[in-house]
């Protein structure tokens, strides 16, 4: 590089006779960092307008939008992997130990404690009054009792030792929702998928008819609901045939909530494998 091109490439950094940096004098300079502060301190300013906005129009206790399915999802417990298979061996405690089912939070006296004692087959509606927030909402009390046989507190193994095993299902919660309609009540009902019909035996349902009872709704979003006891049914099979793979869906049934389609497997029902070994 020759010594002009040099010389012009440092004057252009710094010329010392017009006291320019890169091309602008340090007034310029000024007044293009003021510029850009006063810009992006507005950016910044009408960002937070925005957000401020925004959260005045939302509820602490609730969505303000919903983008709800017609039909709520399904899920049993015991927990069981993404295959939702329930595979144990009568023989094998170590089996069948990993399915007890947690149920302490339905403990008669503690949901005495903390829930109110509503009145059966009607919804127990808390809507708010206009401006003013009926929150926190009370909850209606879900005994571990109604369970009778797979409560867990006769027989802790829920009938996984005898072979008659409990199966707990709970509808997905949905905010708002009032399932059934004119006073129908929700129920589960399971039966035998294919060719497996033979196979499922005889079944008893906790509560009796497997039905969610009407005054669990609606429910109105954990926050406002604080101490909610999610409905629980329990089917018990009393002599499904052993050694052989069962396949089981289970349904909910009501008035005004349509079943999934093909595309969707897990809407208003669910399906699972069942198989108790007794041979080693």
């Known amino acids: 590089m020759a010594n002009g091109d040099k010389g012009g490439w440092k004057e252009y950094l710094w010329n010392p006779r017009t006291r320019e940096f890169l091309g602008r004098t340090a007034s310029s300079w000024g007044l293009i960092l003021l510029f850009y502060l006063v810009f992006y301190i507005f950016l910044a300013g009408l960002f937070a307008l925005t957000m401020y906005i925004m959260l005045q129009t939302l509820d602490d206790h609730k969505p303000t939008w919903q983008d709800r399915l017609a039909t709520p ?30 149920a302490d939070s339905y403990n008669d006296t503690l949901q005495a404690q903390k ?21 926190p909402k009370r909850s209606c009390q879900f005994n571990r009792t109604i ?5 867990g507190l006769n027989d802790r193994y ?24 004119d006073g ?28 969610f009872n ?31 793979e069962v396949n089981i869906e289970c349904k909910i049934n009501a008035n005004n909530i349509p079943l999934g389609g093909d595309r969707d497997k897990f809407a208003g029902r669910v399906s699972f494998k069942l198989r108790i070994n007794t041979i080693n």
């Open 115 to 135: 829930n109110h004692e509503c009145t059966p087959d009607q919804y127990f509606q808390q809507e708010d009054s206009g401006d003013v927030k009926n929150n």
């Open 214 to 244: 009407l005054m669990y709704y609606p429910y109105y979003g954990k926050k406002a609901q604080v101490n909610y006891s999610q409905p629980l049914v329990a089917v018990k099979f009393l002599n499904i045939t052993v050694n052989q």
């Open 184 to 211: 129908q009540t929700p129920s589960v009902t399971c039966a035998a998928k294919r060719d497996d019909s033979d196979k499922l035996g005889e079944l008893v349902y906790f509560p009796p008819n497997g039905t």
């Open 147 to 151: 369970l009778e046989e797979c409560s």
């Open 158 to 181: 829920y009938g996984y030792r005898e072979g008659q095993p409990c199966i707990i299902i709970k509808m997905n919660r949905v905010i708002g929702m009032l399932p059934g309609k």
């Open 73 to 102: 999802g399904m899920v049993i417990r015991p927990n069981t992997d993404e295959t939702f298979e329930i595979v144990y061996n009568i023989q094998n405690t170590e089996s069948w130990d990993i399915f007890y089912i947690k």
